[in-house]
């Protein structure tokens, strides 16, 4: 009995310790739940106009997922320090790391923009060279540049939306950002219905009526989070003289470069590795594009789960780092992350009773429904241990040991998961499912880094002290 009383003292909080969990996580559960319940309807939308044009829009997104992890990573870097100074209600550092964000995120979108511009249709087509008919190709290409350029307008407002939200998460104010989300993805959700298909008079546009419907509410959202801070100061402090000047101290930009650069670079060499995994698994064919991408689908809207619990580590551990509470520190990640893992279990079971029936809304061929099936199936099975090294990254991102996030993260992706999908779809006749299933399956051996790594305490550090 004194066992397991001390095993639930360990790994288990009261309820007050839940709820402060929740107050944080389930806003950003909420809105990214809302978002990609959103996303998946836009999926199917496109999905039932045909399965080349899925793929097209599928391919793209592959490819803006890229930017979205780097401008996450990045502005992330300066994130650990905004966090951290809002712990020592240090205002005016939290108005620089913002700024700081600002220049980031403008050179990271206008870099972004320059390359599909120019390199756009060179990427897409690395993703057009496994089996399939040279018609669907040639089609899917098409409907991609199609795609591409319309959501390259929305970049600009994607950028000052996550600059001001994710500096307002890190002090605390989660619920803003997630009335803006839920705004847009409702906008968003109106306007494919009327410029997928052409209803109320609007024209038929197909994949370009969902991208344009994407960049409205991307605006939309912009300038509800913008609009909120400026107009209430007194709930944000940061916001009062942010725009006095937009220089930013020499000695902290090169404080969050040491640490942040690695955090920009993790995510960009991450999402690099994730658009490759897909390309590899490309080599099979274009039923394997759609299959994956009807399988993300649902899987995104599954993920907010883990992801928002990895956020809610970042901010919570975060700011008793900053405030110096080390062993509370200590004490409250390791609840979270068994709060996560326990919550996923929950979760996984669900998805896999749903692996079979969710491919059926689509309008493409049995191949595709079948392996979608089989992608969603084992991405579920897999669930407990991404929880896992989800709460495991952001514990050690909290603390700022970026090199070693960089090293869990983007050199395991790349020197395991793409080496393995790499060599198998082109040296061996293995069934793209027992690929996925293999390249899943190698995250088992980065759980085991991450548990040493967290229960070294590596990561309890304040670092703007």
């Not at 470069?257 to 490309?282: D, F, H, R």
């Not at 198998?424 to 793209?432: G, Q």
Request: charged fraction near 15%; charge should be positive.
């Amino acid at each position: 009995m004194a066992d397991r009383a001390s095993i639930r003292r360990r790994y288990f909080g009261d309820r007050a310790f839940y709820k402060m969990i929740l107050t944080v996580a389930v806003p950003i559960m909420i809105q990214n739940g809302i978002t990609n319940f959103v996303s998946l309807l836009d999926n199917i939308m496109i999905g039932r106009v045909g399965t080349e044009q899925m793929s097209g829009a599928a391919i793209v997104n592959q490819l803006l997922f890229v930017y979205y992890l780097c401008m996450f990573g990045g502005l992330s870097g300066a994130g650990i320090f905004t966090a951290q100074y809002f712990g020592q209600k240090d205002h005016e550092g939290v108005r620089k790391t913002t700024r700081y964000k600002f220049w980031l995120a403008l050179i990271l979108t206008a870099g972004a923009i320059l390359l599909f511009l120019i390199k756009g249709q060179s990427l897409i087509q690395l993703y057009l060279k496994g089996d399939g008919t040279a018609e669907a190709a040639r089609e899917t290409l098409v409907y991609s540049g199609q795609y591409l350029h319309i959501m390259l307008l929305g970049l600009p407002a994607f950028m000052l939306a996550q600059i001001y939200a994710s500096t307002l998460r890190e002090s605390g104010e989660t619920v803003l950002p997630m009335k803006a989300g839920i705004t847009a993805v409702l906008v968003n959700l109106v306007f494919n219905y009327l410029l997928i298909y052409g209803k109320l008079g609007f024209p038929v546009m197909g994949v370009r009526g969902a991208a344009a419907a994407t960049v409205l509410s991307r605006y939309i959202e912009m300038a509800i989070i913008v609009g909120w801070v400026h107009t209430h100061t007194d709930k944000v402090p940061f916001a009062k003289g942010l725009y006095r000047t937009l220089r930013v101290p020499k000695d902290l930009v090169i404080k969050i470069l040491i640490k942040g650069t690695p955090l920009l670079v993790n995510e960009a060499l991450w999402s690099a590795g994730m658009a490759m995994l897909t390309q590899c698994y490309s080599m099979r064919g274009l039923n394997v594009v759609a299959g994956i991408n009807i399988s993300s689908t649902i899987n995104n809207l599954f993920n907010v789960v883990f992801i928002a619990l990895g956020d809610a580590v970042a901010i919570i551990v975060g700011q008793l780092l900053g405030a110096g509470d080390m062993e509370k520190a200590k004490d409250t990640d390791r609840k979270m992350i068994t709060f996560s893992v326990l919550c996923c279990t929950g979760v996984a079971m669900v998805m896999v009773l749903v692996a079979p029936f969710f491919p059926r809304l689509y309008n493409t061929n049995e191949e595709v429904k079948y392996l979608a099936s089989w992608f969603i199936t084992i991405t579920a099975i897999c669930m407990p241990q991404n929880a896992f090294l989800h709460a495991a990254y952001f514990t050690l991102r909290s603390g700022g040991k970026t090199i070693v996030t960089f090293l869990f993260d983007s050199v395991f992706m790349w020197c395991v998961s793409v080496a393995i999908a790499f060599t198998l779809t082109r040296y061996t006749a293995l069934s793209v499912i027992i690929v996925y299933a293999m390249v899943q399956a190698a995250d088992l051996i980065k759980c085991f880094i991450g548990y040493i790594l967290v229960r070294k305490g590596v990561w309890l550090n304040n670092i703007v002290s």
